[in-house]
Every structure is written in C-alpha cells, then in structure tokens.
C-alpha cells in the first residue's frame, strides 16, 4: 500500500464543538493536499466543507444524532437531509443506544431505516454509516445492531463518537474508540458488502494499520496528517499490507 492509497482510507475529523471556521477552512486544504476521503465536520460546518472541496474528490462527511443518538428518528431524518441539501454526501448518524441496550432491536432497525429513507429520498449516492457506540455494547448487541444496520440499508457500520465516556464498576474511565476486536466481530457480520469504519482514538500508523487488518474499510480521525507523514517512517506496519 502506498502513502496516497492509505490517506485515501481517512476520514479527515475536526468535531470539537469549539471548532472555528479557520480549523475547518484548513481541514478542507489538509483534504485537499493529502487526497483523504472525506471531511468529517458539524452539520453547522457542511456548507463552508461544501464549498471549499467543490470540483474535489474529497466527501463532504457530517454527523446526525451527535453525539448521543437519543434524538427521536423524524429529527435525525430531518438533520440528515437538511446537512445533504448543505452540501453533504456521507452521514454518519448515531443509532439508538439504548434500544441496543434494551433489545429493542426492531425499534432499533427503523430508526436506522428512517435515516437511510431520508436521505435516499434527498439525494442519490449518499453514503450513511451507523455509528454503533461499542463501548457501550457486549458482543451479542454489537452483531445485533450491525445486523440492524444492514437490515436498514446502511452502507457502513462504524464504531465510534469518540465523545462517550462509560465508567467501569470501580468508577474508571473505560476506552471509548475503536478496538481490532470489535472491528473483526463487526466485519465478520456485515460480510464483504458493507463498509466498517473504525473511529476513536486512532492517532499513529501502528493503531490504524491494526484496524485496516481487522477489516477496516474507512478509518475517521483527527490524526489524519499525523498518520499520513508518519507512513514513510513505518516501515515495519507497511510490510503488513
């Protein structure tokens, strides 16, 4: 794999709630000049991203239901067309935990297949990842949910907001980003049709290249650039590929 072919795995992240307009004007020229896959910005955002990659090859990515997913599904329906009538192409939402978390699982597949409604009938070839917050989640309801999301017709599972923070028993903070066991178990049940984007706490080569191993289709971070230049002084990851 070259430098150019792993940039073009990133989703390019700036989703910090004090992000300025000058941080996303530079995140679209970081896009830009590295050849990443999309941005990944507030839905407030998607207009200036819009404009700013207009004519590129590079997706304008925003999210829906972030970072909680507990808005009801007509308003993420609602935020999902009004970013794509913005300028967006890809949405990742964030499905209902705690549907997950009380087996409401049919409940679950038409909150997801209400956004994937919402945005076929906006536009065509918009991509909607279902971000499943796997830190909340035990094995069983991570397969569940991705089985809901392929139901849906969503394109991608994904596993992470990157903003959750669940505490263990003893009261710590439990790892809230992506794991290679996760993205594994999440591959293994969507099958090779859909995509798996792996989100959370990726900030080096060595992590990134370890999720595109699991199975990873699309990798979101705020470490793109870091990624990227650090690929030529990886020699031992890229061997991997």
Not at 166 to 172: E, I, R, T, V
Not at 173 to 188: D, P, Q, S, W, Y
Request: glycine share 10%; aromatic share 6%.
């Amino acid at each position: 794999m070259t430098k150019n072919q792993f940039a073009s795995y990133i989703d390019h992240t700036l989703l910090s709630p004090d992000a300025k307009s000058a941080q996303i004007e530079r995140l679209c020229d970081e896009a830009l000049r590295y050849g990443f896959a999309s941005v990944c910005v507030n839905p407030v955002y998607v207009p200036l991203a819009a404009q700013k990659l207009a004519g590129s090859a590079v997706k304008v990515c925003t999210v829906i239901g972030f970072p909680l997913g507990a808005s009801t599904t007509a308003a993420k329906m609602f935020e999902a067309a009004d970013a794509i009538k913005n300028g967006a192409s890809e949405i990742d939402m964030v499905m209902d935990v705690g549907a997950a978390k009380d087996g409401r699982f049919s409940a679950l597949e038409d909150d997801i297949a209400g956004v994937v409604r919402s945005c076929r009938q906006t536009a065509a070839g918009i991509t909607v990842k279902v971000i499943l917050e796997t830190c909340f989640l035990g094995d069983d309801e991570i397969v569940s949910a991705c089985l809901c999301a392929k139901k849906a017709g969503a394109d991608f599972v994904k596993t992470s907001t990157g903003f959750a923070s669940p505490k263990s028993a003893d009261g710590q903070t439990v790892f809230n980003g992506a794991t290679g066991h996760h993205i594994k178990l999440m591959r293994e049940t969507v099958g090779a049709e859909m995509g798996v984007k792996a989100s959370g706490g990726i900030r080096d080569v060595r992590t990134a290249v370890t999720m595109l191993e699991a199975g990873a289709s699309r990798i979101g971070t705020s470490s793109g650039v870091i990624l990227v230049e650090g690929w030529d002084e990886s020699a031992d990851v890229r061997a991997r590929f």
